[in-house]
Nanobody, 113 residues
């Protein structure tokens, strides 16, 4: 199993980034997928989750209305579109396949002027 995140970087407050997580080694299309983040000195927290066919999503209160999780089962990829970014969104973002207990390696997102 591999979960490979990409798309992180440095962005100014108010900016946008789109994270991608390419999955392999399991039947991606039948499982929930999720994004977590961990800021320095803080616990890892759930950011967003999506059902197998994308019809169900849920978000942390802190990102509702700003972040959108989506997936493309033909590409075995889950995305996190992040808009109106704030400095407090700075963290390492991780893709997770909860059922199998796998994490990606993480991608750094830094929001700073």
């Amino acid at each position: 199993v591999q979960l490979v995140e990409s798309g992180g970087g440095l962005v100014q407050p108010g900016g946008s980034l789109r994270l991608s997580c390419a999955a392999s080694g399991f039947t991606f299309s039948i499982y929930d997928m999720s994004w977590y983040r961990q800021a320095p000195g803080k616990e890892r927290e759930l950011v967003a989750a999506i059902s197998p066919h994308g019809g169900g999503t849920n978000y942390a209160d802190s990102v509702k209305g700003r972040f959108t999780i989506s997936r493309d089962n033909a590409k075995n990829t889950v995305y996190l579109q992040m808009n109106s970014l704030k400095p407090e969104d700075t963290a390492v973002y991780y893709c997770r396949w909860s059922t199998g207990g796998y994490w990606g390696q993480g991608t750094q997102v830094t929001v700073s002027s």
